[in-house]
């Protein structure tokens, strides 16, 4: 029910920037918390960032990324950022978009949360 498009991975050196963009869309949902996650080879799926939904949204980062990495969101773009700087290698992982979503009346809302298709980001010593 909601589609997340992700796109801005690549190849940088150690010490580069890169940003990721998240862009969801679906019909007659409210998406709440959006937050980006990571996977190396050979390891788990762990949280980098996230931000939850409205003006005073939660914003919580990794520690491994904390000051290096700014997550943001852009509302009437539906639009989830990470603004990821100062890179280092064991930043190379392919990274995952995930949107929590809320529908139906509010006596019996659902909800459910989607995955975008990864972007490989690679950072090289």
């Known amino acids: 029910q909601v589609q997340l498009v992700e796109s801005g991975g690549g190849l940088v050196q150690a010490g580069g920037s890169l940003r990721l963009s998240c862009a969801a869309s679906?019909?007659?949902?409210?998406?709440?918390?959006m937050g980006w996650y990571r996977q190396a080879p050979g390891k788990q799926r762990e949280l980098v960032a996230s931000?939850?939904?409205?003006?005073?949204?939660?914003?919580n980062y990794a520690d491994s990324v904390k000051g290096r990495f700014t997550i943001s969101r852009d509302y009437a773009k539906n639009t989830v950022y990470l603004q990821m700087n100062s890179l280092k290698p064991e930043d190379t992982a392919v990274y995952y978009c995930?949107?929590?979503?809320?529908?139906?009346?509010?006596?019996?809302?659902?909800?459910?949360?989607?995955w975008g298709q990864g972007t490989q980001v690679t950072v090289s010593p």
């Open positions: 931000i939850s939904s409205g003006s005073g949204g939660t914003i």
């Open positions: 679906g019909r007659r949902v409210s998406i709440d918390t």
């Open positions: 995930n949107a929590a979503f809320s529908w139906g009346p509010v006596e019996r809302v659902q909800t459910s949360d989607s």
